[in-house]
């Protein structure tokens, strides 16, 4: 009984944590965390050289699954319709309930000018796209 109690502690503890550290400034929590972790120069070298290693893999093979970035060129932030796929996108992290994602899908899909883009690129996924994003906006 005395592990489950300490255990459910523990739990509350991490939950009020992280409640706290909701709003913090990132930059500088980042640089309080850093603080607080002490690493040898060659534990340094060894992340510093994956990061560049995963970072590089990452660029290389873009082109390969390139239908993300195409849907972002099609769609960018200097269209109406890129503005509302990010706008929604970003809300929805927030969003608490079903019914209020419901109703904000239905105002940002439902806003945009889908037609302008259909047959526009030479991507099948990014006409596919564009006609889902119209449909779901019609209905």
């Not at 889908?114 to 019609?138: C, Q, R």
């Amino acid at each position: 009984m005395k592990t489950a109690l300490q255990s459910t502690r523990r739990s509350l503890a991490l939950k009020d944590a992280m409640n706290e550290a909701y709003h913090l400034d990132e930059t500088r929590s980042i640089d309080e965390l850093l603080k607080s972790i002490s690493l040898q120069a060659d534990s340094k070298t060894r992340i510093r050289e994956t990061a560049r290693g995963l970072i590089q893999q990452v660029r290389d093979n873009r082109r390969k699954f390139g239908g993300v970035d195409k849907f972002l060129n099609e769609f960018g932030l200097s269209t109406k319709e890129g503005i509302a796929l990010m706008c929604l996108a970003e809300a929805l992290l927030r969003i608490p309930d079903s019914q209020t994602a419901d109703k904000l899908i239905r105002d940002k899909i439902g806003s945009a000018d889908w037609d302008k883009h259909i047959g526009k690129a030479d991507d099948l996924f990014i006409n596919a796209s564009t006609w889902a994003l119209m449909l779901t906006g019609k209905v």
